[in-house]
């Protein structure tokens, strides 16, 4: 029997691309680009939806080590600074499988740049597999190409799996009409369409990732990782977050 057929019927979404920033791995205090302790946390949130059946598949960002907009401001041509941001990718892909295996969930590094010795080629029939036997898929060095973001290789992947949504984790429970950091009387949204998004301007994902999502009518739920049951709980599609659909 493979994973799918043994989801129970309680969990709403049963394959989908959990989108992480690379800035989740920073540290607080310690301010290392991979802090340990929270690395096991977003594991552990990880192991536990895995358990529950669904297919779970991955996609990081590499901005707590290196980010190709922001090496361009220092002189970074910026395609290189982009392929240096994937590979950044590549090394917070690694830190996560690490981390997983040793909690027992057997899971495959995939990288859109060929790098035989310590990942597997993108091959989207593998990666189908992989999710159907049960294994947790990361996505690495983003679409491989330069000028393209980690969102936008979550909503292409998301698309090439149809996966039932992509689950965006952020260090905001959800999206609101103005910056709640700025001002106090911003107002959050349970659920928005995609033409709502467009008309207000709201800061979802980057333009080509969300075109994508909206072309393909793939939802996009955004949450605060901080609370630590919020991934089973987005899974389980109880009210969290803010809701991003057609």
């Known amino acids: 029997m493979n994973q799918a057929s043994a989801t129970p019927p309680s969990v709403k979404y049963k394959r989908i691309v959990l ?103 993108f091959i989207l029939r593998r990666a189908m597999r992989h999710l159907e036997k049960g294994r947790v898929v990361i996505f690495a060095a983003g679409t491989g190409n330069p000028y393209f973001s980690t969102d936008t290789t979550a909503a292409l992947r998301a698309s090439e799996l149809h996966a039932d949504i992509i689950m965006k984790a952020t260090k905001v429970d959800g999206i609101y009409d103005k910056d709640p950091k700025k001002y106090p009387d911003a107002i959050k949204y349970d659920h928005l369409t995609f033409i709502d998004a467009l008309k207000n301007r709201l800061n979802v994902m980057d333009s080509t990732a969300f075109s994508l999502c909206l072309d393909n009518n793939v939802p996009i739920l955004v949450f605060d990782l901080n609370d630590e049951n919020a991934i089973r709980k987005a899974v389980m599609g109880e009210k969290i977050g803010t809701l991003v659909h057609s």
């Open 19 to 121: 989108k992480l920033s690379g800035e989740v791995l920073r540290g607080g205090k310690s301010g290392d680009p991979i802090d340990g302790v929270v690395l096991e946390r977003i594991c552990s949130q990880v192991k536990a939806i895995h358990e529950l059946g669904v297919q779970v598949s991955v996609v990081i960002g590499g901005g707590n080590i290196f980010r190709g907009l922001a090496g361009e401001k220092r002189g970074v041509d910026r395609t290189t600074g982009d392929y240096m941001g994937m590979l950044a990718t590549v090394i917070n892909s690694l830190a996560l499988m690490d981390c997983l295996e040793k909690m027992d969930v057997t899971t495959r590094v995939q990288s859109a740049i060929p790098m035989n010795q310590i990942a597997e080629p």
